[in-house]
């Protein structure tokens, strides 16, 4: 189902956390979700996203694959979770995203979404422009930002049409 290139960066379960941040998905039978951790700095070393595809600056910290069998749509969702730095998250998406698009999938036509997640802590700063930067790449259905942690956060948005 995924694109080759991340087949190495592949993550058992359905759920990531990092920075004390939390993600999940519980998949419905009609669904097929996998999770791709491309940040190899961190905690896949055998991914080398970085290296094969030539990225330069920083990435997000991980892809999840989104197969919904019913309808047969295959949503690419770049996630990044975060302590707070609203500008950076976006920043890294779009990096990753700047350099996945080029790549050719196997799949029918993907839909590409955005998701960040935040910790708890203080209120995140919201710059007007760089969320504007983030919608013109993923409109503002295809893209959120959150600090609701739990079961199925990500689910939820990935079923959103």
């Known amino acids: 189902m995924p694109c080759s290139i991340i087949q ?3 993550k058992d379960g359905m759920s990531y956390k990092e920075n004390n941040v939390r993600i999940s998905v519980i998949p419905k039978d009609h669904e097929i979700v996998e999770f791709f ?3 190899g700095k961190k905690k896949n070393n ?3 996203i970085r290296e094969r595809l030539g990225i330069e600056g920083e990435i997000s910290d991980l892809i999840v694959v989104y197969k919904n069998l019913k309808d047969n749509k295959t949503i690419y969702c770049i996630i990044e979770l975060k302590s707070g730095n609203f500008k950076k998250a976006v920043s890294q998406i779009l990096n990753t995203y700047k350099y996945l698009i080029r ?3 196997c799949c029918s036509p993907i839909e590409w979404r ?3 997640c935040f910790n708890l802590g203080p209120p995140i700063r919201i710059n007007d422009h760089t969320l504007n930067t983030l919608k013109k790449t993923f409109p503002a259905e295809k893209s959120a930002h959150t600090k609701q942690q739990g079961n199925d956060n990500l689910g939820r948005f990935l079923r959103n049409n």
Request: glycine share 0%.
């Open 8 to 10: 190495p960066c592949h």
């Open 37 to 39: 951790i491309i940040d």
């Open 46 to 48: 055998d991914c080398k």
């Open 103 to 105: 790549v050719e999938c």
């Open 114 to 116: 955005a998701f960040m």
